[in-house]
């Protein structure tokens, strides 16, 4: 299972940006699908995740500014950013856990892009 993410780019504080992941390949059913990012010189975190079901987690820092949605039938996942401060500058990373059609547990990673939010 492969997933692309697309959207990063460069925005002013203050602005928005929206983010995709589209999930391609032998999929029989996504399940849990998430964001995380990494910022320069900084560990990996979770950025929100959301669930087949639509239920969604945030990470605390994002909470209220972010929101992720998904489309079980396209098997994607968007990010909308808003309020982007320079603290969110980091690359960011699509995650998809599910099933595949040989019935196996898969958990894939998108390319990353890059998110740079000047001050």
């Known amino acids: 299972v492969q997933l692309q993410a697309s959207g990063g780019g460069l925005v002013q504080a203050g602005g928005s940006l929206r983010l995709s992941c589209g999930a391609s390949?032998?999929?029989?059913?996504?399940?849990?699908m998430g964001w995380y990012r990494q910022a320069p010189g900084k560990q990996s975190e979770l950025v929100g995740i959301?669930?087949?079901?639509?239920?969604?987690k945030y990470e605390d820092s994002v909470r209220g500014r972010f929101t992720i949605s998904r489309d079980n039938a396209k098997n994607t996942m968007d990010l909308q950013m808003t309020s982007l401060k320079p603290e969110d500058t980091a690359v960011y990373y699509c995650?998809?856990?599910?099933?595949?059609?040989?019935?196996?547990?898969?958990?894939?990673w998108g390319q990353g892009t890059e998110v740079t939010v000047s001050s």
């Open positions: 995650n998809a856990q599910g099933i595949d059609s040989a019935m196996q547990n898969f958990d894939s």
């Open positions: 390949g032998s999929i029989l059913r996504v399940l849990d």
């Open positions: 959301i669930r087949r079901g639509g239920s969604q």
